[in-house]
């Protein structure tokens, strides 16, 4: 059976819009948006119509129709925690990704298109590996006090395609080596991967190095007085963390390749800026090797910023007495996704069906 399949992956700083046939690729847009561009939406569920007209447009100019398709495949939300594989989408996860049970972000919008499309073209619409693919290990949920649980959200779907890759490129078995994955895009995940498993790894909302437009982990002490000190709503001191924090508040740009152009035009208060990001996520990656009691057989970079080779040499600088370092520049989302979505159609897979408990 042949299949036409229409991706669709909303990040943080971009929309990116594919189409497969099969897995051959027909094309693959990635709009980038601006920080300026996507800050006049209050909310990140207030960009839907922006971005599915968007992916409307795209896919015409493109010269393809909608009709054509067999399948629409969408990058998962913050979905309540879930184990990893290819979901269909139905109106359950519909309702989840529309509430934000695990808080907002811009992949909550990409199952909300999928499913609206996909109904009115009378075909399936899927997810793979959603941000929130939980496997942690019980003691990386404890964070020091009761009230607050660690939680496993990351780009579950880029880390584990990378790390197969990975392992198929090493001739080793991906459910029997140890990799450290660093996927460094608009917000940055670093999980450490047990025998295929994400069994620990920072929030790439709320944790971890700070990264082009977020702030990473802060001291809690200087948070809750900035939070009680009435300079912010609660609304806008979320935003100030993701989507206005790190790279783009201090230097105010998230835009990775303008502030190298600076750095190497010799300005030295950029140049600290990058360099601490960097620093910060090699702390992270050392941390994580400690996770896997040092038995790593690569540390992996991933993402946007793994195109840079101030990034990646800077980082293996700090790491690589851990491990080698391999660099897998970009993300390899979209044909991930389009996997997912064939191994389905041509029924090798089960889909996985989002069932809430008590919800009907
Ligand atoms: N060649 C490059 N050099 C430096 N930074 C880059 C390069 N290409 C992309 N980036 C940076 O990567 C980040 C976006 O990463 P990406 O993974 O595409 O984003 P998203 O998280 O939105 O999916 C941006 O900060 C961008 O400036
Ligand atoms: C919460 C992890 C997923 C994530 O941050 O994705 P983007 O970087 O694409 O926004």
């Not at 393809?64 to 998962?76: C, P, Q």
């Not at 140049?271 to 960097?278: D, N, P, Q, S, T």
């Not at 391999?326 to 044909?335: D, F």
């Amino acid at each position: 059976m042949e299949y036409q399949i229409l991706v669709i992956n909303p990040g943080s700083t971009s929309t990116k819009i594919a189409i497969y046939h099969n897995e051959k690729l027909l094309f693959e847009e990635n709009i980038s948006h601006s920080t300026e561009e996507l800050s006049k939406y209050e909310r990140i569920i207030d960009q839907l119509d922006f971005r599915k007209e968007m992916v409307i447009k795209t896919v015409k100019e493109k010269g393809f129709s909608l009709e054509e398709l067999d399948a629409i495949v969408a990058r998962g939300g913050l979905l309540r925690p879930l184990s990893g594989g290819t979901y269909r989408i139905n109106q359950q996860m519909v309702n989840d990704l529309k509430e934000g049970v695990q808080g907002e972000h811009a992949s909550n919008l990409a199952g909300l298109i999928a499913f609206d499309l996909a109904s009115k073209l009378n075909i399936p619409a899927f997810t793979v590996d959603p941000v929130a693919v939980d496997e942690f290990i019980p003691e990386a949920r404890i964070s020091g006090i009761p009230e607050i649980e660690r939680r496993s959200l990351s780009h579950a779907l880029n880390i584990k395609a990378t790390a197969r890759q990975a392992a198929r490129d090493l001739n080793l078995s991906f459910s029997e080596c140890n990799f450290i994955v660093a996927h460094l895009g608009g917000g940055i995940s670093i999980a450490p991967l047990l025998k295929g498993r994400i069994v620990d790894v920072n929030n790439a909302n709320e944790s971890g190095p700070f990264s082009p437009e977020r702030c990473g982990q802060l001291p809690v002490g200087d948070l809750v007085r900035l939070a009680f000190s009435g300079k912010y709503t609660f609304r806008e001191l979320k935003k100030r963390m993701v989507g206005q924090g790190g790279l783009t508040a201090y230097l105010g740009t998230n835009n990775c390749q303008e502030i190298e152009e600076k750095i190497k035009a010799g300005d030295e208060k950029v140049a600290e800026v990058y360099h601490a990001m960097i620093y910060q996520i090699a702390k992270e990656i050392g941390a994580m090797a400690t996770v896997l009691k040092g038995e790593v057989d690569a540390i992996i970079l991933t993402g946007g910023l793994a195109h840079s080779k101030m990034v990646t040499d800077g980082i293996t600088e700090y790491v690589q007495y851990i491990a080698p370092v391999k660099v897998y520049p970009g993300a390899m989302e979209m044909l991930a996704l389009c996997q997912g979505a064939l191994r389905v159609l041509r029924r090798e897979e089960e889909p996985l069906e989002y069932i809430v408990e008590g919800v009907k």
